[in-house]
C-alpha cells in the first residue's frame, strides 16, 4: 500500500495512477482521479473475495473449509469507470454498479439518498466554480423526505385531527423538503419518523436484529401497505401502514406540543463539535448547523463530514479545505 500511495503521488496521467493502484490491496476504497487536462475516472480498489450469491450476507460455518474464500475478483473486473458520457464521477457510499457485474456483491451501509441527491444537482448544475462546489456540500435537500412524506400526509384522517396534531400536519405539509437551521418541518418529520418505525419494525427489535434499509421501508409503504410486518404484535388489532402512521404521527405531534423550544432544526439536532481529546468540553462546541444524515450536508448531531475539500484544477492548481477544530487541534491556531 505504502508503494502505491508513493507511485500515485508521482503520477502523471490515468494510466499511471491506474498502474500504480495495482499494488493496493486493503482497506478497499474507492479512487477518484482528476487531472488537468480534463481526464476524470473512479476507481474501486481492493482484494474482493468472488463471492457465491448470497454468501457473507448471512453467518456461515468457520469450521468448513467450503466456507472459506476461494478465488479473489481479477483486478481488471474492478469497478469504475473513465471519462463517462455524464461529464461527472461521484462516490457517496451508495450501490457501486449495476445488475450487469457478474460478481456478487453485499453490505449492508450503503446509503440510497446522498448519492443519488448529488447526481441529480451535478446533472443540473453548468459552468461549476469553485464557489458551486462549496455551496453543493452545504446542500440540505432531504430527498428521503421528498419522496415519502407526500404520500404520508395522504394516509392521515385531518377530520379527526387533535389541536397538536392540526400544528404538526401544517407544519409538515408547508415544508419545502430542506433540512435548514431555520426549518421547523425538518423538525416535525424527524420525529414522526422515529416514532414510525420501532413500531413498524417491532418484530426486529425484539430480537435485536438490524431493520431494513429506510429505502426498503418506504417501498414497502408504498406498494404493500398491508405486509404483515406492519401489524404490531403488541396490540390485537391487526395493523396496516397507514394505522402505523397514524399512531406515530399522533405520537409526535403529542411531543412537539412539549418541547416548542426545539422546533427549529438547529435546535432540535443541536450539532456539537467535540475536542479531539474528550476530555476537553470547553474547546469543544454547539453549532447552528443544518443538514442531517443521509444528506449531502449529512451533519447530524456529533458526527458529520469532519473534511472539505475543493480542488480546481486549472493551470495553477487551487484548493481549499476546512477541518473543524483545525487540522492540529490547538485552541490558539487561527485555523481552530
Given at each position: 500500500?505504502?508503494?502505491?500511495?508513493?507511485?500515485?503521488?508521482?503520477?502523471?496521467?490515468?494510466?499511471?495512477?491506474?498502474?500504480?493502484?495495482?499494488?493496493?490491496?486493503?482497506?478497499?476504497?474507492?479512487?477518484?482521479?482528476?487531472?488537468?487536462?480534463?481526464?476524470?475516472?473512479?476507481?474501486?480498489?481492493?482484494?474482493?473475495?468472488?463471492?457465491?450469491?448470497?454468501?457473507?450476507?448471512?453467518?456461515?460455518?468457520?469450521?468448513?473449509?467450503?466456507?472459506?474464500?476461494?478465488?479473489?475478483?481479477?483486478?481488471?473486473?474492478?469497478?469504475?469507470?473513465?471519462?463517462?458520457?455524464?461529464?461527472?464521477?461521484?462516490?457517496a457510499?451508495?450501490?457501486?454498479?449495476n445488475?450487469?457485474?457478474?460478481?456478487?456483491?453485499?453490505?449492508?451501509?450503503?446509503t440510497?439518498?446522498?448519492?443519488?441527491?448529488?447526481?441529480?444537482?451535478?446533472?443540473?448544475?453548468?459552468?461549476?466554480?469553485?464557489?458551486?462546489?462549496?455551496?453543493?456540500?452545504?446542500?440540505?435537500?432531504?430527498?428521503?423526505?421528498?419522496?415519502?412524506?407526500?404520500?404520508?400526509?395522504?394516509?392521515?384522517?385531518?377530520?379527526?385531527?387533535?389541536?397538536?396534531?392540526?400544528?404538526?400536519?401544517?407544519?409538515?405539509?408547508?415544508?419545502?423538503?430542506?433540512?435548514?437551521?431555520?426549518?421547523?418541518g425538518?423538525?416535525?418529520?424527524?420525529?414522526?419518523?422515529?416514532?414510525?418505525?420501532?413500531?413498524?419494525?417491532?418484530?426486529?427489535?425484539?430480537?435485536?436484529?438490524?431493520?431494513?434499509?429506510?429505502y426498503?421501508t418506504?417501498?414497502?409503504?408504498?406498494?404493500?401497505?398491508?405486509?404483515?410486518?406492519?401489524?404490531?404484535?403488541?396490540?390485537?388489532?391487526?395493523?396496516?401502514?397507514?394505522?402505523?402512521?397514524?399512531?406515530?404521527?399522533a405520537?409526535?405531534?403529542?411531543?412537539?406540543?412539549?418541547?416548542?423550544?426545539?422546533?427549529?432544526?438547529?435546535?432540535?439536532?443541536d450539532?456539537?463539535?467535540?475536542?479531539?481529546?474528550?476530555g476537553?468540553?470547553?474547546?469543544?462546541?454547539?453549532?447552528?448547523?443544518?443538514?442531517?444524515?443521509?444528506?449531502?450536508?449529512?451533519?447530524?448531531?456529533?458526527?458529520?463530514?469532519?473534511?472539505?475539500?475543493?480542488?480546481?484544477?486549472?493551470?495553477?492548481?487551487?484548493?481549499?479545505?476546512?477541518?473543524?477544530?483545525?487540522?492540529?487541534?490547538?485552541?490558539?491556531?487561527?485555523?481552530?
Open positions: 500500500e505504502i508503494l502505491a500511495f508513493y507511485k500515485l503521488n508521482r503520477a502523471r496521467s490515468l494510466d499511471a495512477c491506474f498502474e500504480a493502484l495495482q499494488f493496493y490491496e486493503a482497506p478497499a476504497q474507492n479512487f477518484a482521479f482528476a487531472s488537468v487536462s480534463g481526464d476524470i475516472a473512479m476507481h474501486i480498489q481492493g482484494k474482493f473475495p468472488a463471492r457465491r450469491k448470497y454468501e457473507g450476507k448471512f453467518l456461515l460455518d468457520g469450521t468448513k473449509t467450503s466456507q472459506e474464500w476461494r478465488y479473489f475478483i481479477p483486478p481488471e473486473h474492478a469497478i469504475g469507470c473513465k471519462n463517462p458520457s455524464r461529464g461527472f464521477v461521484s462516490s457510499n451508495q450501490y457501486p454498479c445488475i450487469s457485474y457478474p460478481y456478487y456483491i453485499t453490505a449492508d451501509y450503503y440510497t439518498y446522498s448519492g443519488r441527491r448529488i447526481n441529480q444537482r451535478l446533472r443540473e448544475m453548468n459552468d461549476i466554480t469553485p464557489e458551486d462546489m462549496m455551496r453543493l456540500q452545504n446542500d440540505n435537500f432531504n430527498l428521503k423526505a421528498s419522496e415519502c412524506l407526500p404520500l404520508w400526509l395522504t394516509m392521515l384522517d385531518s377530520a379527526s385531527f387533535s389541536a397538536d396534531e392540526k400544528v404538526a400536519y401544517k407544519k409538515l405539509k408547508s415544508w419545502d423538503f430542506y433540512d435548514d437551521v431555520d426549518s421547523e425538518a423538525t416535525f418529520f424527524e420525529e414522526w419518523w422515529d416514532e414510525a418505525i420501532p413500531l413498524i419494525w417491532d418484530e426486529m427489535e425484539a430480537e435485536s436484529i438490524d431493520f431494513p434499509t429506510d426498503q418506504i417501498k414497502w409503504i408504498k406498494e404493500n401497505p398491508t405486509l404483515i410486518f406492519f401489524d404490531n404484535k403488541k396490540t390485537p388489532e391487526t395493523e396496516t401502514a397507514p394505522m402505523i402512521l397514524k399512531r406515530a404521527f405520537a409526535a405531534a403529542a411531543k412537539m406540543s412539549v418541547i416548542k423550544d426545539k422546533w427549529r432544526w438547529a435546535d432540535y439536532k450539532t456539537f463539535i467535540g475536542h479531539l481529546l474528550q476537553l468540553p470547553a474547546f469543544s462546541y454547539h453549532v447552528q448547523h443544518g443538514g442531517n444524515r443521509q444528506i449531502i450536508n449529512a451533519t447530524k448531531h456529533t458526527h458529520g463530514p469532519s473534511w472539505r475539500t475543493v480542488v480546481s484544477l486549472e493551470k495553477e492548481v487551487r484548493a481549499w479545505g476546512a477541518y473543524p477544530g483545525g487540522q492540529s487541534g490547538n485552541p490558539g491556531s487561527p485555523y481552530y
